[in-house]
């Protein structure tokens, strides 16, 4: 009986000894790696296959201890999705910090003014889909169909703000968020007009625009011209027109000038077919709001402010261009 007793205590104190080191395991903070690991759990990985990336990547010591946290807590929920871990976790926080699906998100940066290209290019230099997936969905104007019929594509209501986005995040899903963030500024403008219209005039505003307060009046300028049947010689019209054929330089080329394309403002009137950028929400409202006045022209400055010099006709827009090209020596 003795022995029985002794042999129940021994056991005892090594269970309790074991359990203790286990405990004390689970606590302890491990990093078994140098650089940061992003680990990808998709839907359906099960306790075990979590347990044995993490121990392979060096996020914990031993797989079997994530299984044993996993145990320890039964009524938590391990959530699918992307990891980071770029510091020392214990396995119970690294258990913890999944169950609260605290996945990581890249941020993208989609400032005002660009265009669904320099969109899918911002996309590449992330690594979460191909840029030709991004544009695929671009092209696509459905989303906003029912609120521009005549739009070509989405651009224009690529809304630009910051997105936090994950290799989980599809094409369509990312174009419907911002297209979701542009309704959302174009209902707060409480406005009746002709979305199509205004955004496409907005676009251009906002890519000839650099300084906020002159936004009005370079939108007075196009409105001035599309007013007395003017071609509106916009620039980044023909940029976009050599974007959308494939042909772009880097600069505007002669030939770009002379495209039949309907995005060319130098060889068609009126507005093109649709936006040529993402305005944000000061050129959306310039293009609704245009200043009052009788410019038909305008020219950079150069003394590098992004201002402009505006005229009325076109003895006061030619002097005004050779008093650029004096300053800039261009």
């Not at 660009?114 to 996309?123: P, T, W």
């Not at 521009?148 to 994950?166: C, K, V, W």
């Amino acid at each position: 009986m003795k022995i029985l007793l002794r042999l129940f205590l021994i056991f005892l104190m090594l269970a309790i000894a074991v359990g203790g080191y286990l405990w004390y395991q689970l606590k302890q903070p491990y990093q078994g790696y140098k650089e940061a690991k992003i680990l990808d759990f998709p839907r359906g990985t099960s306790t075990a296959e979590m347990a044995q990336q993490l121990q392979n990547a060096g996020v914990i010591r031993w797989a079997r201890l994530f299984q044993l946290s996993r145990y320890l807590s039964p009524g938590v929920a391990l959530e699918a999705g992307e990891y980071k871990f770029d510091k020392p976790l214990s396995t119970m926080e690294v258990m913890r910090k999944i169950a609260r699906g605290d996945t990581f998100y890249y941020e993208l940066v989609v400032p005002e003014g660009q265009n669904m290209f320099d969109i899918a290019e911002s996309i590449t230099a992330l690594n979460v889909f191909p840029a030709e997936r991004f544009l695929a969905a671009a092209r696509d104007p459905k989303m906003i169909q029912d609120l521009d019929p005549a739009a070509p594509s989405l651009e224009g209501y690529l809304f630009p703000d910051t997105y936090r986005i994950n290799r989980q995040t599809t094409a369509e899903a990312l174009c419907s968020t911002m297209t979701h963030r542009f309704r959302e500024m174009w209902r707060k403008l409480n406005t009746q007009a002709d979305a199509h219209q205004i955004v496409t005039l907005a676009s251009m505003v906002e890519r000839e625009a650099h300084n906020p307060e002159e936004r009005p009046v370079v939108a007075s300028v196009f409105r001035n011209r599309l007013s007395i049947g003017m071609k509106l010689d916009c620039d980044p019209t023909t940029v976009y027109a050599a974007l959308v054929n494939g042909t772009y330089r880097g600069k505007i080329h002669r030939s770009d000038l002379e495209s039949e394309s309907a995005y060319n403002t130098y060889m068609h009137v009126g507005l093109p077919p649709g936006p040529i950028a993402n305005p944000g929400l000061s050129s959306i409202q310039a293009a609704l709001n245009p200043a009052s006045t009788r410019y038909l022209y305008f020219v950079a400055k150069a003394d590098g402010s992004g201002g402009h010099n505006f005229s009325t006709s076109i003895a006061q827009h030619a002097a005004a261009v050779a008093d650029y090209r004096r300053k800039s020596g261009k």
